[in-house]
C-alpha cells in the first residue's frame, strides 16, 4: 500500500492562519506572500496542515510507488524565516543551475525551500520570477495540476 503525506489540505481559515502569525512584520510579510502568490497561481490560498498555505494542487507519483498530493507552491510563515516551497528551481538538490537565485538577496535554501527572515532582504522582482519559473515547472511536469 502507498504511504500518504502527513501534509494533507484541510478546510482550516486561511485568514484566521495568518491573522495568528507573530511578531507583526512576520505576519505582514506572509500577507504579502499570499497575495503574490495567489495573483501568480490563479488559485485561492488553502491550508495544508496546520501551517502550510498552498495554491493550487498537483498529484505525484514516485517510481518507488509513493503517491500523493502537494501544493503547486505554497509558504509558511515560521518563526525562524519565512519558508517558500518552489519546484524546479534547483538541479539535482543543488543551487547551482539557477542563475536567478544570485540576485534574490539574504535567503538560505533547502531541497525545494527559500527560507527568507524578512520580505525587505530579497529583490521582490526576483522572487517573482523564481515563482512563475516553479509553477510553470509544476505546470509542464504535472499537466493536471
Known sequence: MAQQNKTQPTDADVEAFLAAV??????????????????????????????????GQYHYRY??????????????????ALTLYLMGIYADGGMAKEPLLAKLGKFTAGKGCLYIKRLSDVDLGVLEALAVRSLAHVRRTYPHS
Open 63 to 80: 517510481e518507488s510507488g509513493r503517491e500523493g498530493d502537494a501544493p503547486c507552491i505554497g509558504f509558511s510563515p515560521r518563526k525562524a
Open 22 to 55: 507573530e511578531p507583526a512584520p512576520r505576519q505582514a510579510d506572509a500577507r504579502a506572500v499570499c497575495d503574490l502568490l495567489a495573483m501568480l497561481s490563479d488559485r485561492p490560498p488553502k491550508m495544508w496542515g496546520p501551517s502550510i498555505v498552498g495554491f
